[in-house]
């Protein structure tokens, strides 16, 4: 039987949230609905949303993702996406599970062997960049993420937009020309320090710009993608298709939907199906956990315009744990020159360490978002 008996959540370390289904014969799947700083308030959504499930056949996955993003009168939000999409992986590991097959098959096969991957740098000076690039570039990789900048003024400085270009420009110097190099913008920008300054770094070619500003001024992004020749994605604070459609419609060139927050594998395949549309790439937001990445790489072998995956292995926020420490066999998640091969055990292809998760939400977390405020004491974008 796959009929749905119990759905349990767990708070670990470093600032995730996992999700537990078990089915009656005893298959479990499962899920990450991490919303970060919000984790505890996604936790009593999947609880509300499990009322929905329970007694149900799990293999219905479709109409459980119809159900639970439907079936009240208030929809959509953070929150709510993210627990859906918590509950829609741990399903998806069920079919998997039960059909003796990886997600990716389910989904209409493989259409690549590996998947690229890229890693985040941080620093602020320069000597930081290129110390923290160059062990990205030992360790293989061949693509990594930087913020653009820290706080910025709604009008910036000469200096402020000076030491954006030049910690691009280290960036561009290390890892030369055969390695990649996108700018995280975190939606600090105001459309016109994006106008200002996104043409400087175009001589160092970076692989996109991304979020230049925040989601809820995402009318603008038309007027970002205007004033550059750089690629600009935007995507991780979106969470439905009808979301996605006003940005793929102004000429975005990189989707970036997260699967712990866009509505699961369900929603985020058919958000790559509108991409493919409007002929643009997909590379999913993912600085969270092994579940996570797991159901992002699934999509990633079954979609044509698959174009990286983010990972966070040794990200600046992995306090008290990393990314595979809940993973009982580490090797589905390594990288080999860049690249994750294809995950061939069934689900999602890893397996989780369950004592290690029921330990790790014994002592929970309680991670914020960090708030920062300009030198006038007025609220600055993090």
């Avoid at 098959?105 to 320069?126: F, M, N, S, T």
């Avoid at 995507?235 to 060139?253: C, D, K, M, T």
Wanted: charged share 20%.
């Amino acid at each position: 039987m796959t009929t749905i008996a119990k759905v349990e959540t767990f708070l670990v370390a470093p600032r995730w949230l996992f999700v537990r289904v078990e089915t009656e014969s005893g298959i479990v799947g499962w899920g990450e609905a991490t919303c970060e700083g919000r984790s505890e308030t996604v936790r009593t959504a999947v609880h509300q949303l499990s009322e929905l499930l329970t007694g149900r056949d799990a293999l219905r996955i479709e109409d459980h993702w119809q159900v639970m993003t439907k079936g009240s009168f208030y929809r959509g939000g953070p929150i709510l996406a993210s627990a859906v999409s918590g509950l829609d992986q741990a399903l998806w590991d069920i079919a998997g599970k039960h059909y003796g097959a990886p997600v990716h098959q389910l989904l209409g096969g493989p259409v690549r062997d590996r998947i690229r991957v890229y890693g985040w740098v941080g620093g602020d000076e320069p000597a930081e960049i290129r110390d923290q690039i160059s062990a990205q570039v030992e360790a293989g990789l061949t693509a990594v993420k930087m913020n653009a900048s820290g706080r910025m003024g709604a009008l910036a400085s000469v200096a402020e937009l000076d030491a954006v270009v030049q910690r691009v420009a280290v960036a561009r110097e290390v890892l030369g020309d055969d390695r990649d190099v996108a700018v995280d913008f975190h939606g600090r920008f105001t459309l016109a320090n994006v106008r200002r300054v996104a043409p400087l770094l175009e001589p160092y070619r970076p692989f996109f710009l991304e979020e230049p500003v925040v989601p809820e001024n995402s009318h603008l992004i038309g007027e970002v993608v205007r004033c550059t020749t750089t690629p600009v994605s935007t995507g991780e604070r979106l969470y439905s298709r009808q979301e996605f459609l006003p940005v793929l419609q102004a000429g975005i060139a990189v989707a970036q939907p997260d699967l712990a927050h866009a509505g699961g594998i369900t929603e985020v395949r058919k958000i790559a199906t509108l991409a493919e549309v409007y002929d643009v790439q997909l590379a999913p937001h993912c600085p969270l956990g092994p579940i996570a990445l797991a159901a992002c790489l699934q999509v990633g072998f079954a979609t044509p315009n698959f174009l990286i995956q983010e990972q966070s292995i040794g990200i600046h926020y992995n306090l008290g744990a990393e990314v595979l420490d809940y993973c009982l066999d580490q090797t589905p998640l390594t990288f080999v020159d860049g690249y994750v091969r294809r995950l061939t055990a069934p689900g999602l292809g890893i397996e989780i360490d369950e004592h290690a998760v029921r330990t790790a939400d014994k002592r929970g977390h309680a991670w914020r978002s960090p708030t920062w405020r300009h030198p006038d004491g007025s609220y600055a974008e993090w």
